[in-house]
């Protein structure tokens, strides 16, 4: 069963979803696409950049990289290494493990990280002409989507509110821990700084 076959793809309305979501993937390819080409960069050098702007040291390294991206450690290699050669990016030893690195964004990274990350920007002025209602709604179901992916071994790596240790769920209120709070469907974070692995 394929949602690329029409006839199939028009039977139920979960498929046409599976269909709407590849198409808006492509949206999203696009145009970080074309925004790397302006800088003469590739997509997933961008978004490495991206990444290590607004995360910490220990995330910031190949390793992470490539399981954050679901990419090989020679395909972030190489694109660090070209990031290096541009001077966009450094690589700074751990104290703790002279053999071990992080990456960090040189200033000229900034400025370009300042210059590409709204590459969403076309998606996000649509969404603002939706109702807090409507994007309360879509959010719920976009994180729980999310959060099952990733269950599954789909996607490698979420730092999201049902995942961290300090989430809890009472009575269908969601609840944390750590900034002991209700959290509203609004709340919830697929990316989260306090973020800690439940066991």
Known sequence: ????NLNIQNESTGNKIVAGLERLSHVFKTLL???????GLSPVQIQIMIFVHYHSPEKNTVSYLAKEFSITKPTVSDAVKILEQKK?????????DSRSFYLHLTDSGKKIVHETEDFTNPISHLLSGISGAEQELLWGTISGIIVKLNRQGVIKVQRACKNCRHFSIDDNTYFCGLLKQPLAIADLRIDCHEFSEAV
């Not at 069963?1 to 690329?4: H, T």
């Not at 696409?33 to 800088?39: L, P």
């Not at 966009?88 to 703790?96: C, E, R, S, V």
């Open 1 to 4: 069963m394929s949602v690329f």
């Open 33 to 39: 696409w074309e925004k790397a080409k302006e800088y």
């Open 88 to 96: 966009l990016l450094q690589k700074i030893n751990d104290a703790a």
